[in-house]
């Protein structure tokens, strides 16, 4: 078992930046690949951004691409993300998950964390 919890949501007014953090415990936190996800009211949850197990490599949805980056601390078992720019679409409560480096999908997320960005 994976436990995740997700910290640095917040309030921001529209432009500005937050940091959330993942961390994780239980098992090896290197052998996961590491996402984030998002859910808005009344929307289904989407992707965000992921990273590989050694940070090497990442991938972001365009609607934040340039604008959020996502990257891993393996020796702090932490995967963060730093958001700028911040737009009101952003709001949403953000989830991490972990997957497996064999697997397509997600086995263990977080409980969440609400970012809301005010115009």
């Known amino acids: 078992q994976v436990q995740l919890v997700e910290s640095g949501g917040g309030l921001v007014q529209a432009g500005g930046s937050l940091r959330l953090s993942c961390t994780a415990s239980?098992?090896?936190?290197?052998?996961?690949?590491m996402g984030w996800f998002r859910q808005a009211p009344g929307k289904e949850r989407e992707f965000v951004a992921d990273?590989?197990?050694?940070?090497?490599?990442?991938n972001y949805a365009g609607s934040v691409e340039g604008r959020f980056t996502i990257s891993r601390d393996n020796a702090k078992n932490t995967v963060y993300l730093q958001s700028n720019s911040l737009k009101p679409e952003d709001t949403a409560v953000y989830y991490c998950a972990a997957r497996d480096y064999f697997s397509a999908t997600y086995r263990y997320w977080g409980q969440g964390t609400q970012v809301t960005v005010s115009s």
């Open positions: 239980g098992r090896t936190f290197s052998n996961y690949l």
């Open positions: 990273i590989s197990r050694s940070g090497g490599s990442t």
